[in-house]
Structure formats: C-alpha cells, structure tokens
C-alpha cells in the first residue's frame, strides 16, 4: 500500500485555497481559522460560564442582597457553570482551539489530514452549543440537576429544569461528542501519519504529546457519556428503567423500577475522570515548553515527561470510583480505587518535578508567558496536594461534598489549566497574529488573575474542613457553621469579582493589540520547535510555502554547547549546528570540545 | 524576581493561614478519631511537599534570572535524580495510603454489637426508624407507601410492627453505643451527614446503604443533606441528640411504634364539628373566612397541615412575637387539650365544602406564574393543592390576603424560626424567591388563577 | 517492543533526518483507513459499554429475560450475506476488474436494506405481542442496541449509497477501490459487533 506523499497533498490543497471571505473566514478548512472559531465560541461559552458563577457566587456572599438569584436559578446556574467550564469551555478551547492550531504547525504538516470533516467538527461543536444555550429559553430553563446530571432526580419535578432542560442538555453533549469524535479522529490521525520529514515520535514537542494522548482519552471516554447520556435520554422521554427505580415524585409513584443511579454514576465518571485529563495534559504539554522556551533550557526529563503522560492517561481509567467513595456502592471498591489514585499521584509529581528542575540552572526571561507558567506550577501542586486528601478513601468521608472539593477541583482543572491558557495565548499570541501585545496591561492581569484565585480557593478548602457543604443556595442556620463563615464567604465573592472583572484586562489587551500592537518578531522567544520557523507570521494558508520543512532534531535545543545561538531551530541540520552526544556535558570542562 | 518574592511570601502566607484559621474540623463526636489521625498524617507530608517544592522554585526563579553573560546549562535529564524522586515520591504515597486502607477497612466492618436504625430521606425532609423491642427493623418498600405509612414498612410483615416510627427531623443515640445507620431514600440521592461524626454516605433509592459509627459526646448536632436532591436541598435538615442511655430510653418510649400509627382510630367528625364552633366565630360556619377578623379560610385545607398548626399554635411555635393576629389563636387553640381533639377538628375542617375564597389581592400574573413556577411548585405542586410528602398545604382557593402576611411573616423571620416548627425554616428560606411586597402579591395574584 | 524501543530512545542523541517521505512510527497505509480503524475502536467502546451495562442491570431483581425471536436468525443470514458479498466485490476491485463488480457491490448493500427491514419486522413483531420497551429493562436494552446497530449500519449505507453513484456514474473500480474496501472493512466489523450482542442477547 503506497503512502500518499506528502507533495501530492500540496496539489490537493491549492485546489481548496479560499476565494472569497466567506470561505476563507466562514466556511473554512483551514486548521488555523477552524482554531480560531472553536477558541472563539468556547471563549464566548466560557464567559457565559463565568456570569453565571460570579452570579451564584453573589448569592453566597450577599444573600441578603442577592434579590435577582432565587433558588431555583440558584441550581440552573451552578449546574451550567460546571457543564460549561469542564465541556463546552476547557476542552473546546485546548482541544479544539490549541489542537487545531498547533498540531499541524508543530508536526510540520500543511494542514489536518481531513480538512472538511473539521470543518464540520467546528459546526458541529457551535450547533451544540446553540443547543446548550436555548436551554435558557425554553419553559423551565436549564437544568439545575448539578453538572453530573445523577438520576434520578434530573427527571423530577423537585429539580429545575426537569422537563425540557435536561434535554436539550443531553442531546447538546451527543453533538458535542459528535463534533470531538471528528475532530479527535482528525488529531490522532494527523499526528500519526502527517508528520514532516524527520519529525520523529520523540523529537515532537511536549504540547503534541499531550494533545495527542488526551485526544487518545477522549475518544475512548466520551463514548462513556454518550452512552449514559442515551439511556438517560430513553430513560426521561421513552419512560425505561435503565437508571430510574422506583420513586415517589411529591408524593405519586412514578412508573420506573428497578434501575440503578449508581450505574449511571459509573458510567459518567468513567468519562467523567478521564475528562480531567483530557484538560489537564495538554496544558501539561503547553506548559512544558512554555517554561522550557523562556528558561534557556531543554524540558528536564523530556522522557519521563512522555512516559508521565501516558501512564497518566492510561491509569485516568481506572480511578473514576475516586468521585463515588459515599455514593452507596460496594464499599470495598473504595480499596482498589484509594490505591489506584494515590498511584496517579506518582508521575504527575514527576511532571512537577522535572517543570521546577527545567527552571533550575536555567538562564530564566521573566516574560508574560513566563508568569504564568510558573505560577501554574504554584497552583497545581496545591491542587495537586489537595486531591491526595479526597483520594485516600476515609479522608474522603468527612470532606466529599464540601467546599473543600469545590476548592480541590478548582484549583487542580479551573485555575492552573487556565493560567496555563493564558501562558499559552501570551507566548503564541506573536505568531498567531503577527503583532505583540501590551506587556504591562498583561502583567497587570497576571497579578489580578493569579492572586485573586489563590485568594477565592485558599480559604474556600477551610470552609471545607469546617464541612460547609457545596450546593448550597444559603447556609441558613446550623450549630456548627459560625457567622465568621459567612463572613469569609463574602470576601471569597469579592475576590471573585475582582478576578473575574480584571480579565477584562485580557480581551483589551488581546483585541486591541490586533489593530495597535506593534509588529511582532516571527520567533520573539526564540524557540527551537517548528511552528516559529513558518515562512510568514501569522502562517498563511498551507503553513509552510513551496516546501515542506525537514526536522533534523528534538524541539528542546537550547542553550547547546558550542553553538552559535542559544537555540537551535528542529529545521536546522547539524552541518549548520554542532551536535552534542554526550548527555552530562559540562560546559566548563568540554567547552574547548565543542568549540571544535 | 518580584514573582520569586511573591512566590515565597505565598508560602508564608498559606502557613500563617493555616495555624490562623478559625474555620476548622469540629470537635469530634464519634469515635472515628483514626480519621483525624490519616488527616494528620496527609498534612504533614503534602505540607512538606508544598513548603519544598515552592521554596525550591521560588528560589529557581531568584537564584537563575535572566543576566548578562549567563548561560543555561544544557542537561537533558539526569535518570538517577528522577529515579531517587520516584522513590522519594511512592514513600510519601504509602505513608499516607496505607494508614487510610486500615482505617478504611474498619468503616466498611461494623462491629456485631452496633445497634442498627433507619434513616429514610425524602424531598426535603429526614426521618427515622428504629427496631423496637424485637431488634429487627421490618421489610419496607416505596410501593407501601402512603401519608400513614411514609416509611413503606411491609404491613405485613410482623418484624416492622414493633420498629419505632420518628415522624420528624429530630433524632436520637445513646453515648458510647456503636450504631449502624441504614439509609434509604424515597425519591432521589440524599446524604445523610454530621460533620461531628465525620463520616457520610448516600442514600440511594432502590437499595439501602449503611455507615457505623460509636458516639462520644452528648450533646445535639445538625444533620445536613449532602447530595444535590433537587431545589430544596439546601433546607434538607435535621438534627440528632445523643443521650444518656436513660435519657434515651426515655425519649425513644414517647414515641409511637408503627403498629399504633397504623391502629389509631379514625377521626370522630361529630366531635370534631362540636369543637369546631368555637372557631366558626371567626372563621365561619363553612370555614369559609372572615377577612375582617384575620380569619383565613380553612375549608378545603389538608387535615394533616391544620393539625399540625394548631399544634403549633399551642406549644406557641406560631402566634409569638410580631404575630398579633396569631397570638389570637394561641388561647382557641390550647381548647384543644387533647391530640385527639386536635384531630377531629382538623378532619372536619378539611371535610368542610370547598368554594374558593374571594381574591383581594392584584398583581402582574405572569411574573407571579415565574416564580412560582421556578421555586414554589416543587412542593405545593403545580396546581397549589400541596401535598403530605413534602409538608406543603394546599394554596389555590385559600385566603390569598393570608398568604401574602403569611409569606411576609416567614421573610421578616416572625414564623418557621421556633425550634418547634421543624418545616418552617424551609419556608423562611424559600420565600426569599419573592424579593419584596410587589413579587409576595404577583405570585398571590398568580395562586388566584389556580382554581 | 517497537512502541518501547520509540518512547526509550533519547531524542537528543539523535540528530539528523530519521525516516524517509512518511515519518517513523506512522502506518504503512492511507489515512482514511487508519481514522476508519480507529472508528471502529471507539464504536467498540460504545458497544462495550452498554453490553457492561446490560450485564450490571441484568442483576438487578426486576429482570426478566426477553426470549429472541426466531426471525433474528434469518436476519443474521442476511448480514452474513451482505458481509459475503462486499468481501466479493472487495477483491474484484482490488484485482481491478469490472466483471460482476455491480452484482457484488449493489448485492451487499441490497442485503444490508434487507436486514434492516428485517429488524424492522422483528421490532413491529415483538410490539405486537406486548413487548414493549417500558415493560421490562431486557426489552429497552433489546431495542436501544438493536436501534444503535442498525444506525451504524444507515450510516455504512449513505457511504455505500455514494460509492453506487459513483460507480454508476462510470467511476472506474480504481477510484472506488479505497470505499469498497473501506466499507467492506466495516461491514466485517458490524457483522461481529452483531454477532456478539446477537449471542449475548440470546444467552441471557
């Protein structure tokens, strides 16, 4: 079977250059605009999701004051803020945004290997948000069932949103599965298959990597969710048992019996579990070579970086009982999947590990990206830390369902991946759209983002440990929770509102550096991997001009004895750079050597 | 370099916060000390882990600064550090691990001596089951189950005749006696937690799930739902009490076994009508209501919510301060002396022919169908007749100029604070949904059109 | 092994280009196929799942078996057939001739329409004598897998409906050759996917 080389795709893809704007911009193949749109709509989900939270988080602060949160939006807005985030915003916007972008660019690809069924993936994506979104106008409003959705109280008349939110919510996450199927389909096979010349499995950058097995994850664990989300959809519209036993609504039987909630929380965390993955590495990945870029210095331990990623990815699945230790399953599961986590917790500290000993004996440039790297590194150890407590089964006991999990989570996949985000678009910002940003007004952010979040959840695990529980519309009156928590949670608002106000800063700055930033640099940072080395910045359409790139090395030369700069580019063959062999070079002793 | 100095202060700061906090665990209750001790143990290692990996970093970020003429040095890896860190880390993991699998293994096996009791949960509301003198609770099964029997015990099962029926959100234990608690739930997921005894767990509907636990502090604690059950989850409370041995015994011999809650007798109308001519003064031959006398109308009200009030009335949970109107029924209802009085004039009022009562009140109907339709439905229903299973009396035809002081009453904290009223602190929190006078009148205007 | 020998080496090490036109570690085949596989794979998960599902509900007391109708066999000769028939026009095309290409070709999708309708049959039948989907989770599960197999199978056909077009358009068997065998590949995999939950459903 003949390989389809790579030059006959070049014919192919000037016949699907873009005319006009609507094809260039709308209705477009290429992977860089597809990016663009899929960032774009989840961004615009993301804010949404972000309302709705500083809205909920009003509530908590100010109960007495709050007159626009009741209840019942109270419950709708938790639950669309959580489904939001974790779906619709953070796995759209790495996957879909950062995925698109960068996997082609980085494996030295002109495009996607199927440009059209991207195209579709991105449609697909905003037809189910448009699904997502209409939840909020139809009778009832979106469900309020908490974003896991566990039957069976998503279908009863004592939670909102139980007639037609839950609905168009499942049917919302089906096409959104659709639209991830085409387009983890499209990453997976273009990372295998499409990569340049030279372009080894090893020599690819940590960002590939981590995109590639969250990809792998994804299309293996949405098929979780799918699955849930069908039988819960026959379950609520064609009147089956499969998850509904039988129950009382307001004090009528109601026809089901027999199903089992608990399977559906199986299920759903199977999915569910892998799913914090799927965010997490590629911000690992995007992170790595953040730090690496901007401290001089290869990624320490690029092996066991890989090797982290996938037994992460492989161990993700079988820990999802973590999220189920008090759902009323057989207890003793709790043995294997406490042993299973707390395993979990070995390479990811490597992963830490090695991002703190690539700053060591590095030559560090506190850039923006920079920032927010390192302050990544500070907030996914506290999560980091903190997911060590809910894993070990019994300590689990007394804090599951409590503002410490709240805070756990947020911490480990809201805040740290999305400084990560940050650090990502301030550090490809340059090429994407050939202009620079303004470095104060995104220090400005940096500090507002970061401070203000460690602020929000730092306190937030305490109220935890005093066992406040999480969805809860007003702590009301109890013994044991004094008024100081009340107290403490009105500032977490405050410092909620200040955080999610200053990321304004962030659009002005990235919107308004479009038209008034100066001219970028093609590589500012000066970084080895290949996306920097494009003909044009921002890349035109087919990336790479007349002829594809040839990688002759890893994407992690920097600071190479001997050589001329203090990086080297993948493309740049070792007759135009000296090689070096040995792995403990002293530069002290060998410098004479490679002067050679 | 700022960020290295910031990165260390953090540190600081986090430790200070730490030592600082007065939101902490509270005091323990149960003998689950063992618990504390895993948690002890996790904080000094992943303190550790957090002091040492930010200092090191922070001291990275100050120490390799970008300067003029420095260079990065070039290492690719170095397998013995990375190995030595593995090992370093799996230690640290099975410090913390293995202490959590004992202790865990000893919550999954309670002790043969725990004496077993039922915890049922429903929207929104707790109740309890204990075994009575034989021991052993009685098969139960949601298709039992009725206004008489919330539990669904098995009537025919002779096991369930002599199991203790707590009708209420209020529990109690005896100190120093291990305890298995059955849970089951009705409808949806519940949990059924006291931060003072540390452990939770689920109640699923369809099976029964269990925690153990030994209490050692007498004392009464909260009883919180911590599983999303819907809209009222957060009003889900209850309370539980551990007693002396006798004190408990004491109390558990007040309460009525379900074999004497299926057994009593049916309610004599004839009396109930004679008792009720007291109240017709005020409230009408046909309970039909007398707005000028602040007499709301009763006909067509649940007798289980009249009965319920009246009780209230007498033990002064409703009618105290700020209640003017319903000081007044305190003195009518205290006529009542007996429970069984009290219920034969409930059923009679309840048997009274129903015609709704006038509207007085105006409002924008559609913003009243809003709220209503989002918070007050889930319990009264959405046609407002109300319902026993979630302690929500009937609203449509009744007194709406009564509602709306009612509801004003619960927002200004007048009634459903008393400790006697163990459902009216769900209300004073539920109408908060109505954010001031124009919204109480919107949703009474929208009552109005439910008849 | 290779996969092992890949993720050990030291990347740094290595200089100059590795591989030659396609990239070391990449399939020995078009690209369509690789994403086709790994379809399947996941559309195995799919299937996996529910098949764990069934198993873990049919614990549960409330159920009753269904017993599968006789007719399942015939339709499960009429998938055969289908499948039989796509391998035959596979290895025409893959000989690039022409000769009873349309016979082997259009007599596989017929096939497949065929035993879509049979299930069809077999649904109105089981309705018929008050097997309905509420009565009893070992019906719902009945329908639902049954339901998601032949949807797989619509979704074959609307390929299978292009490639025809085409051919009858006048394509020559080389430029259909990767949809046929595409297909072919595919119809393989839903005659297995059948054959498990046929036996699974029949032996519980």
Redesign the interface.
């Known amino acids: ?1 003949a ?4 030059a006959d795709r070049d014919a192919e893809m000037e016949m699907h250059h873009p005319h006009s704007f609507i094809e260039k911009y709308v209705w477009s193949q290429d992977h860089k605009v597809i990016a663009i749109q899929y960032g774009s709509v989840a961004v615009f989900t993301g804010i949404v999701g972000l309302v709705l939270s500083l809205m909920f988080r009003m509530q908590l602060g100010f ?1 007495e004051t709050t ?1 626009f949160v ?4 109270y ?1 709708q807005a938790v639950t669309m803020h959580g489904m939001i985030m974790v779906v619709y915003f953070l796995t759209a916007i790495f996957l879909g945004g950062f995925g698109n972008y960068m996997v082609p660019l980085m494996c030295g690809a002109r495009d996607m ?2 440009p059209f069924m991207n195209m579709l993936s991105v449609w697909f994506f905003l037809l189910s948000v448009i699904i997502l979104m209409a939840s909020f106008f139809v009778g ?2 979106p469900t ?3 974003w896991t959705l ?1 039957p ?2 998503t279908a ?5 949103g139980h007639d037609m939110g839950i609905i168009l919510m499942l049917v919302s996450l089906a096409v959104f599965i659709v639209a991830f ?1 085409m387009g983890g ?1 499209n990453y ?2 273009t990372i ?12 690819m950058p940590l960002t590939i990597w981590g995109i590639f097995v969250a990809t792998v994850l994804g ?2 664990a949405f ?2 969710l ?2 849930a989300a ?2 819960m959809l ?1 379950d609520t519209l ?5 998850f509904m ?7 009528t ?1 109601l ?1 089901h ?7 559906f929380q ?2 759903f965390w ?1 999915f569910g579990h892998p799913e914090v993955y799927i965010v997490a590495l590629p911000a690992f990945g995007l992170v790595s070579d953040v730090l690496s870029v901007h ?4 990624i ?5 970086m ?2 982290a990623i ?1 037994a992460i990815g492989g161990l993700s699945f079988i820990v999802w009982a973590h999220h189920m230790y ?3 399953m057989n ?2 599961f ?2 294997f999947f ?2 299973t986590t ?2 979990i ?2 390479p990811t ?2 992963k ?3 991002w ?2 690539t ?8 850039n923006v990206p920079m ?1 927010f790297a ?2 990544f ?2 907030t996914f ?2 999560g980091g ?2 997911g ?2 809910l894993g ?4 689990d ?2 804090l ?3 503002y410490f999990v709240i805070a756990h989570f947020h911490m480990v996949m809201g805040v740290s991946p999305i400084l990560v985000l940050y650090a990502a678009i301030y550090h490809w910002y340059p090429k994407m759209s050939g202009r620079m940003y303004n470095e104060t007004l995104a220090k400005v952010h940096f500090w507002l983002t970061f ?1 203000g979040a ?1 602020a929000i959840y ?2 937030m695990h ?2 935890g ?3 406040v ?12 929770i ?1 008024q ?2 009340q107290d ?1 949670n009105a500032a977490i608002t405050i410092a909620a509102l200040i955080v999610g106000v200053s990321q304004i800063l962030f659009f002005v700055n990235i919107i308004g550096s479009l038209k008034w930033g100066k001219k970028a640099d093609p590589n500012p940072w000066g970084a080895a991997s290949l996306e920097w080395q494009t003909p044009d910045t921002p890349p035109a359409h087919g990336n790479w001009g007349a002829e594809l790139p ?5 994407a ?6 001997g050589a001329h700069q ?1 990086f080297i580019p993948q493309n740049v ?2 007759a135009e750079e000296p ?3 040995d ?3 002293d ?1 002290d002793k060998d410098q004479s050597l490679a002067d050679v | 370099m700022t960020l290295a100095v910031v990165i260390f202060l953090l540190v600081v700061a986090t430790i200070i916060f730490h030592f600082a906090s007065p939101w902490w665990f509270t005091d323990i209750a149960a003998d689950w000390s063992t618990i504390d001790l895993t948690i002890s143990i996790t904080f000094w290692v992943t303190g550790f882990v957090f002091i040492a990996c930010n200092l090191f970093m922070a001291y990275c970020v100050w120490k390799f600064r970008q300067k003029e003429g420095h260079k990065a040095v070039y290492e690719p890896e170095n397998h013995k550090l990375e190995a030595g860190l593995s090992i370093f880390t799996t230690i640290g993991v099975i410090a913390m691990l293995a202490p959590g699998l004992f202790v865990w293994a000893t919550f999954v096996t309670p002790p043969e001596n725990a004496a077993e009791y039922e915890v049922l949960g429903q929207q929104w509301q707790w109740q309890f089951r204990y075994p009575g003198a034989d021991g052993i609770l009685g098969t139960a099964d949601t298709e039992f189950v009725s206004e008489s029997n919330p539990f669904g015990v098995n009537p025919a099962d002779p096991n369930g005749r002599d199991d203790v029926i707590v009708n209420d959100p209020d529990m109690h234990l005896p100190v120093n006696q291990p305890v298995k608690a059955l849970l089951r739930s009705n409808d949806v997921l519940h949990n059924y937690t006291v931060a003072q005894f540390r452990v939770k767990m689920d109640l699923v509907p369809g099976l029964t799930s269990y925690l153990w636990f030994d209490p050692t502090e007498v004392g009464t604690y909260d009883i919180l739902c911590e599983e999303l059950c819907g809209i009222g989850h957060f009003i889900m409370r209850g309370s539980v009490t551990i007693d002396t041995q006798e004190d408990f015994d004491a109390w558990l011999a007040n309460q009525p076994t379900f074999a004497e809650t299926q057994s009593m007798a049916a309610p004599n109308l004839a009396a109930g009508q004679a008792q009720y001519a007291a109240c017709a003064a005020c409230h009408g031959q046909n309970g039909e209501g007398n707005q000028a006398l602040n007499a709301p109308k009763l006909a067509g009200q649940q007798a289980w919510y009249i009965e319920r009030q009246l009780n209230h009335f007498k033990v002064g949970a409703r009618g105290g301060e700020g209640d003017t109107n319903g000081a007044q029924m305190v003195a009518f209802a205290g006529m009542l002396t007996t429970d069984e009085a009290v219920r034969n004039v409930a059923a009679y009022i309840s048997s009274l022919p129903d015609t709704p009562a006038p509207t007085t009140v105006t409002g924008d109907i559609d913003n009243g169908y809003d709220i209503y339709d989002r918070n007050c439905a889930a319990c009264h229903l959405d046609d407002g007749a109300g319902t026993w299973y979630t302690d929500a009396p009937k609203l449509s035809g009744m007194s709406d100029w009564y509602f709306v002081t009612q509801i004003s009453n619960f927002r200004a904290g007048i009634r459903g604070l008393h400790s006697e009223d163990d459902y009216g602190e769900q209300m004073v929190a539920m109408a908060t949904a109505m954010a001031d006078a124009q919204e109480i009148a919107d949703v009474a205007a929208y009552i109005n059109t439910l008849r | 092994m290779g996969l092992i020998k890949t993720v050990t080496e030291k990347p740094w090490e290595r200089k100059g280009v590795i591989g030659g036109m396609r990239p070391e570690g990449a399939f020995d085949t078009e690209s369509e196929r690789v994403a086709l596989v790994y379809f399947l794979v996941i559309a195995s998960v799919v299937f996996s799942l529910f098949l764990v599902s069934y198993y873990i509900r049919m614990e549960l007391p409330d159920w009753q078996p269904l017993s599968e109708p006789g007719q399942l066999w015939f339709n499960t000769g009429l998938l055969v057939l289908s499948s039989v028939f796509f391998q035959w026009a596979r290895n025409i095309v893959v000989n690039e001739e022409k000769r009873n290409l349309y016979t082997a070709f259009f007599g596989a999708g017929v096939f497949a329409i065929l035993f879509i309708v049979g299930q069809m049959v077999t649904w109105e039948n089981l309705q018929a004598g008050g097997y309905y989907m509420t009565s009893n989770p070992a019906n719902a599960f009945y329908y639902l897998m049954t339901g998601l197999h032949a949807l797989h199978l619509l979704g074959g056909l609307w390929v299978w409906s292009k490639s025809s077009i085409r051919l009858l358009s006048g394509s020559e068997p080389k430029d259909i050759k990767l949809s046929v065998e595409l297909c072919t590949l595919y119809w393989h995999f839903l005659l297995l996917v059948w054959l498990v939950l046929f036996g699974v459903l029949a032996n519980t």
């Open positions: 079977m390989y389809v080389p790579l109960p007159d009741d209840p019942n939006f419950y290997v199927f009832g409003g309020g069932a908490g566990y069976p109280q009863m008349e004592g939670t909102p199927t389909l997976v096979v295998l298959q499409y990569r340049c010349r030279g372009m080894t499995l090893m020599r299309l293996f098929p979780a799918l699955v069908i039988m026959f064609l009147g089956t048992s499969f036993p039988a129950v009382i609504e307001a004090g039987a026809d019996n027999g199903g089992s909630p608990i399977l199986h299920l199977f401290a001089r210095k290869n320490f331990g690029y092996r066991m890989v090797w996938i008090v759902s009323g207890p003793y709790g043995f406490a042993t707390l395993i917790a070995v500290a490597l830490v590990y090695n703190v000993l700053l060591w004996e590095g030559d560090i440039r506190m920032y390192i302050g590194i500070f150890i506290h830390l903190t060590l407590f070990n089964v019994v300590i006991l007394p599951s369902d409590t401070l460690y730092l306190p305490y109220l440990f005093l066992g529980p999480r969805r809860y519309y007003a702590l009301g009156t109890t013994d044991f004094p100081s928590a403490l040839t990688v002759y090395r890893w992690y030369d920097y600071s190479v004895p203090d063959s070792e090689t070096v062999s792995e403990h070079f530069p």
